[in-house]
Each structure stands twice: as C-alpha cells, then as structure tokens.
T-cell receptor, first 114, second 110 residues
C-alpha cells in the first residue's frame, strides 16, 4: 500500500538554526499539508499546498516557515530560525483530489529545539 | 467555543465492553467528518469517515447529527488493541484542511 514518508524521524537543533523537514507524498496525490503536534496537545494545521503554491496557512505559519515542492516527489517544510516553542511532532499529509478523500499522514518528524 | 470538542478521558474499560465517544463541532458549514486513531507518538490514522446516515465497520459505528453538530463513535466488544487516542476530525474549508479535537484516550484493560 502506498504511504507518505518523512525524513528525518528525529531532529535535534539549536535555537536559531534552520531546519528542513522532508516529505514524500503518495505519488498520484495532488494536495499536500503540514500539521504539527506539540507534546500533549492536539494536532494543528499549518499549511496546505496545491498546484505549486500555498492555498491556505494558519496563524502559526509565520514568516519563519516556508514550504516547497522542489521536484516531482518531495515536499519540504523549512523553519528559518527555530525557537524553543517549535519543538513538536511535524506531520506531512497528502490526498488525491476529491474533497472528502482521506488525508494520509506520514509517520512524522520529531523536532526538538534546544 | 472550540472548533472541535471532545472529552479527553481517559476511558478505562474492560475487554469486551462497549464504549462510546462523543464530539461536537462549531462550524455548521462543515461537510466532512472523520474519526482518526492515534497511537502513542505515532501519526493519526483514519479509522472511519462519518456519514449523515450513520455507518458501521465491524465493531465500530459512527453517527453524525448535523442539527446538533454532534458526532459519535461506538466501539463494541473492546479489544486490548483498541487502546489508543481517538481523534474527532472535521474538514474545515475550501482547502480541506483537517481540524482536530484534542482526542479521547481509551485504555482497554485485560
């Protein structure tokens, strides 16, 4: 069964450093998402991406965040200057196209900012 | 009012028990509803979509009441492997972003 993959599984970084989280969505999917989950809290929407551009972003997704689909397979989330409060699990998700279609989640990247 | 509200639990039940989870959502324009399951430190996985007519998948039954903006999940004959956090999820807006509740923790005891 096709699945969303994410790398790395864990990342430890110093405050102020840049991190890039990588995702490979399911190959025929058209819509891509990033979510985050701070430990002990709910899953929160960050950004949606379609047709090579951001279609919606949340208040969390400020100027420190950016997304890119640099080639036909990868979908990346960059945090330019990490803060302690960026420590969380980051999930990538993708779906094929119809509105009610399931979003499939990757296994996540656990980011720890020291 | 929170966009999606759930009782956080925990629900501690013996094997074989029937357990019900409830959820309310605030946006009456929401069109799609789901129950996801999340194991500790893992990604959310779709358990089932929720339809107005109600739907069943084996031991799991989901119901939607649009008038009350209320979603439920019933698990019959609980198994140890059902222990997880159950997330009530609503599709929010044109981009179909998912809006999650805080989740309800279920612990099935032997």
């Amino acid at each position: 069964e096709p699945e969303v993959t994410q790398t790395p599984s864990h990342q430890v970084t110093q405050m102020g450093q840049e991190v890039i989280l990588r995702c490979v969505p399911i190959s025929n999917h058209l819509y891509f998402y990033w979510y985050r989950q701070i430990l002990g809290q709910k899953v929160e929407f960050l950004v949606s991406f379609y047709n090579n551009e951001i279609s919606e972003k949340s208040e969390i997704f400020d100027d420190q965040f950016s997304v890119e689909r640099p080639d036909g397979s990868n979908f990346t989330l960059k945090i330019r200057s990490t803060k302690l409060e960026d420590s969380a699990m980051y999930f990538c998700a993708s779906r094929s196209g119809t509105p009610a279609e399931t979003q499939y989640f990757g296994p996540g990247t656990r980011l720890l900012v020291l | 009012r929170k966009e999606v509200e759930q009782d956080p639990g925990p629900f501690n039940v013996p094997e074989g028990a029937t357990v019900a989870f409830n959820c309310t959502y605030s946006n009456s324009a929401s069109q799609s509803f789901f129950w996801y399951r999340q194991d500790c430190r893992k990604e959310p996985k779709l358990l089932m979509s929720v339809y107005s007519s109600g739907n069943e998948d084996g031991r799991f039954t989901a119901q939607l009441n649009r008038a009350s903006q209320y979603i439920s999940l019933l698990i019959r004959d609980s198994k140890l492997s059902d222990s997880a956090t159950y997330l009530c999820v609503v599709n929010g807006g044109a981009t179909n972003k998912l809006i999650f509740g805080t989740g309800t923790l279920l612990a099935v005891q032997p």
